[in-house]
């Protein structure tokens, strides 16, 4: 039976494709699962673990994120659960850059910090995670600093860069390098309670003098990360699949402790 024919036999009743479907069709067409994934997908077939996409989602616009590369500079508080939104939403390809290690202090916020990874690479470990939620999606990580202005062929390869950074610097440098390589771009920072977001934008409005970020200072609670990576993977979802209204030239500012959402222009 040809794997076109297996799947439909699969997806007769409700047009997806159950994990355990989709495990057989590896064992018996010896294909990997993102190679299942593709076919099902060019098929109109939805693997039923992105059922409840739909139908914010369309089966076409899930055939673009699988198709999609993501490259996320930082694997922490930001970079981890930007992964995993990523990941499990169906994006196709995500290379991962960090040259740190999981510390003690990271415990608070870090969704992949645990007690048995503390001083583990975080690229690597982030890696691991998110093979285990989702084996369709091909992930690249680097145990290293992504310097932007050095890693030019990276950035041209991604249809999507996101700053998940914390060093004022490399943010300002990526931004830049993505504007004139006409590649998409998500910047998202925190500072206790408050965040800050932008989409192909240059940065030296928000940082200029490149000082070190507010963070150090004010803290990063749990909550607040995950809220601003929230905003940063839908920000991404949003440019790959040209939908809604971006951030672009926009400054959005979040602050939790009273409420408020305002949007400025940059």
């Known amino acids: 039976m040809e794997l076109e024919s297996f799947l439909r036999q699969c997806a007769l009743l409700d047009a997806t494709l159950s994990l355990d479907d989709h495990r057989h069709a590896t064992e018996q067409f010896g294909l990997s699962y993102r190679e299942v994934e593709s076919v099902a997908l060019e098929m109109g077939i939805i693997p039923l673990r992105y059922l409840r996409n739909q139908s914010t989602i369309s089966s076409a616009q899930q055939k673009i994120l699988f198709d999609s590369h993501v490259l996320i500079v930082g694997c922490g508080g930001l970079g981890g659960h930007i992964a995993e939104i990523l990941t499990r939403i169906g994006i196709g390809r995500l290379s991962l850059y960090d040259f740190d290690t999981f510390e003690e202090h990271n415990l608070n916020r870090q969704n992949f910090s645990t007690l048995t990874d503390l001083g583990r690479e975080k690229a690597l470990v982030v890696k691991e995670a ?68 932008t989409t192909d934008s240059t940065l030296e409005q928000l940082y200029p003098n490149g000082e070190r970020g507010a963070e150090l200072v004010s803290g990063n609670p749990a909550f607040t990360v995950t809220l601003a990576a929230s905003i940063q993977a839908s920000e991404t979802i949003k440019l790959l699949l040209d939908i809604g209204e971006s951030l672009k030239d926009t400054f959005l500012v979040t602050d939790l402790l009273y409420n408020e959402f305002e949007k400025l222009p940059l």
Do not use: W, Y
């Open 130 to 197: 998110l093979e285990r939620i989702n084996p369709s999606i091909e992930i690249q990580s680097f145990v290293q600093k992504f310097d932007p202005l050095k890693e030019k062929q990276r950035l041209e390869e991604a249809s999507v860069v996101i700053d998940a950074v914390d060093n004022p610097q490399t943010k300002l440098d990526l931004a830049k390098s993505c504007q004139e390589l006409g590649i998409h771009f998500v910047h998202g920072a925190i500072a206790g309670m408050q965040g800050q977001f």
